[in-house]
């Protein structure tokens, strides 16, 4: 109701009929400068939510792919050199895992699979290690569940939303400064003008 108020007001002063006294052509730049940042606004909005569903759909499938994947114990058989930074929380360790022939879905002949993967914890060789693999049984990352595909697409409307907000306030607010110096001179000028009519017009004693 209140944008609605306001687009009425903008647009009464963009097309008031130029006669009229109590508008100038400040008040018509600005007024059409609002009525183009709310239009801008509107395609923002609908840029926000094409977006949006663009990035749910995206990452849904994604994270729905990743429903596959399933944890095994993996046996440590080398760990890696040095000590772990401090800002580090995972080490790089060689271990090795058995799957299935058929991949991570199973299968009765067991392949044995090796490479680095990354420890949460302090390890040495012949100790056990929980890893995600994929369905062709390669170290992957954990299942991501599947509504985290709203979060992100939330994140990112909302997201895009501030910026395209925060830069049409900047870009209107860039715009009205001089308008709003210039209407100011204006009004000292036709103050003086008035003033300086009344001294005229006042009867000498």
């Known amino acids: 109701m209140q944008m609605r108020r306001r687009l009425g007001r903008a647009w009464a002063a963009a097309v008031a009929p130029s006669h009229n006294p109590m508008l100038r052509w400040t008040d018509r ?6 009525l ?17 569903i663009h990035v749910f759909r995206s990452h849904l499938e994604q994270y729905q792919d990743s429903q596959t994947h399933r944890a ?5 058989v080398e760990t890696a050199p040095g000590h772990p930074q401090p800002h580090q929380n995972s080490t790089p360790v060689m271990a090795m895992w058995l799957v299935g022939a058929g991949g991570a879905r199973g299968g009765e002949n067991l392949l044995s699979y090796s490479g680095w993967v990354r420890s949460g914890r302090q390890v040495s060789g012949g100790d056990h ?3 995600w693999i994929d369905d062709e049984g ?7 569940p599947s509504w985290q595909a709203g979060v992100d697409a939330a994140a990112f409307g909302i997201g895009l ?3 395209g907000a925060m830069g049409l306030v900047a870009l209107v607010r860039l715009i009205a400064m001089p308008l709003d110096r210039i209407r100011l001179a204006q009004w000292e000028a ?8 009344g001294r005229r017009n006042r009867p000498q004693s």
Not at 38 to 50: D, E, H, Q, S
Not at 72 to 76: D, I, M, R, W
Not at 190 to 197: C, F, H, R, V
């Open 36 to 52: 183009v940042a709310i239009m801008l606004g509107l395609a923002i909005g609908a840029l926000c939510t094409a977006g949006s």
């Open 29 to 34: 730049v600005q007024a059409w400068v609002l």
């Open 138 to 144: 390669l170290p992957t990352t954990a299942p991501t």
């Open 129 to 131: 290690v929980r890893i």
């Open 72 to 76: 095994v114990a993996a046996t440590v």
């Open 161 to 163: 939303g501030l910026v």
């Open 190 to 197: 036709e103050i003086a003008t008035l003033a300086g009519k």
